[in-house]
């Protein structure tokens, strides 16, 4: 490894003279953890490493795509063999198509999809499309529930908006803030009493497929089939965004966890990102080919992008998937219960009152007597002392352990979480809770 020559915090104040807080996303700046964020120049399998030559055990895993682990040959070997063959060309390309087809083949409700760059642009197309399907204007969505940063969306968000304790967001036009309306997730009553006072204007519900931008919040057994019905029979469509699950809890993202069982349902469209694009700018939106065309060329529609389909990108994301065979499934299934176990046995062995939070292999952790019997919306993950988490966080990262810096956030696992990377894991951990333990609220 080659000698450090210059560190975190130098790389941190020059980034803050150049971009706004050092940052080109907000999660990514340790507001509410503290300290430096760590500049990263490379990763592989389960580790990254900082511009100061330090490795870390990811458990970020560049905030979801990386299933199989950073950088696996398999994958970095047919970008570098797609991007020798150009990088851009504004025209179809076959691959573009095969990746239809792969996410086609394994999510029924899928039919035809579209491919796009990043997940705000999926939900956000998603949405006009629902607007321009049904002819309606209102959308629904729920507290705590983060689809990207476009306009009509921010209203009680989830990820970096949870974080920031932030309402919503300032160049919001009131016009557009009232087109959204937002309701408590898992409350059928609540979203039952907003379809009766404003059914016939309403043209989609959003809903992350499995809550995991307010830490995870599982929906409730049937709650994605009730509210498809629900929405139907209202004349709206319901929009599944399975940016962040999909793919990495199942071959079939959470609708594959449904599917087959009572809480089966079906979604009129759905939204993908994130391990679709295998760790490349790809997000798609798919859904009920009879929606689907209504999309411009074919329909009045209008969605476009000059880097929609990259070659180089979906290569990344055909690759990936065809890697993530059932035996990577059952890796990160397996690494996500372990570490589930462990992290709330270290916290219990301190005294540390918390609550464990899963969906698959999703998972985060809730601190505080208040949140031990864990929770199912928004309101109830705002109940804890998340106070807790910034020493947790340190004390592993001191340790070699990068954890996201957000209590609001789920911790991903991959596939290349071996004994080592593990091991590294659960040795941190006993400092981490008694850092936890010995919290105290700050003072304002
Ligand atoms: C559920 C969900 N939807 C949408 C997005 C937005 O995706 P992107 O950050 O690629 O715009 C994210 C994450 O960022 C997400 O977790
Ligand atoms: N779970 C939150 C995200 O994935 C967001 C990442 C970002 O906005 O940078």
Redesign the pocket.
């Known amino acids: 490894m080659t000698a450090a020559t210059t560190t975190n915090a130098a790389l941190f104040d020059r980034a803050q003279a150049a971009i706004p807080g050092g940052v080109n996303?907000p999660v990514r700046a340790f507001r509410s953890v503290g300290g430096t964020p760590r500049f990263l120049v490379s990763a592989r399998g389960p580790y990254v490493t900082d511009a100061e030559g330090r490795e870390y055990v990811d458990l970020v895993a560049g905030?979801?795509p990386a299933i199989l682990g950073h950088a696996h040959p398999e994958v970095i070997a047919a970008v570098q063999d797609a991007a020798a063959r150009g990088l851009s060309f504004g025209a179809s390309t076959p691959v573009e198509t095969e990746l239809a087809e792969l996410i086609e083949q394994r999510v029924a409700p899928v039919e035809k999809l579209r491919l796009v760059s990043?997940?705000?642009?999926?939900?956000m197309s998603a949405i006009r499309l629902a607007r321009g399907f049904t002819g309606r204007d209102l959308l629904v969505k729920f507290a705590g529930?983060?689809?990207?940063?476009s306009d009509g969306l921010l209203a009680e968000a989830g990820?970096g908006l949870a974080t920031f304790a932030l309402p919503g967001s300032a160049g919001v036009p009131a016009e557009v803030a009232a087109l959204t309306l937002v309701v408590p997730y898992n409350d059928l009553h609540a979203l039952r009493a907003v379809f009766a006072e404003h059914g016939e204007r309403i043209a989609a519900v959003i809903t992350?497929a499995a809550a995991?931008?307010m830490g995870v919040v599982p929906p409730l057994p049937g709650f994605n089939r009730a509210l498809v019905e629900l929405a139907h029979a209202h004349g709206a469509l319901v929009i599944s965004?399975?940016?962040?699950?999909g793919f990495r809890v199942s071959k079939a993202g959470w609708w594959g966890l449904e599917s087959g069982t009572d809480a089966e349902y079906t979604p009129d469209l759905v939204?993908f990102?994130?391990v679709v694009g295998g760790g490349m700018p790809v997000?798609a939106l798919g859904g009920r080919a009879e929606i689907m065309e209504r999309l411009a060329p074919l329909g009045p529609v209008y969605q476009a992008g000059t880097l929609s389909g990259n070659p180089v990108a979906v290569t990344a994301g055909v690759t990936t998937l065809r890697l993530a065979d059932d035996a990577v499934y059952a890796k990160l299934d397996e690494v996500a219960v372990l570490l589930q176990r462990e992290v709330s046995a270290a916290l219990a062995a301190e005294g540390v009152a918390h609550g464990v939070q899963r969906a698959g292999n999703l998972f985060s952790f809730l601190f505080g007597d208040a949140v031990v019997g864990g929770a199912r919306d928004y309101a109830g993950v705002l109940a804890q002392e998340s106070w807790r988490y910034a020493p947790f966080f340190h004390a592993m990262l001191d340790a070699g352990v990068s954890l996201p810096p957000s209590v609001f956030e789920a911790w991903f696992v991959t596939a290349a979480h071996d004994d080592a990377a593990v091991t590294r894991i659960l040795d941190a951990l006993p400092a981490a809770a008694r850092a936890a333990a010995a919290a105290t609220p700050a003072v304002a």
């Open positions: 996303s905030w979801g990043t997940g705000t642009e999926a939900t529930h983060y689809h990207g940063h990820s992350e995991a931008n965004d399975e940016v962040l699950t939204t990102g994130k997000a």
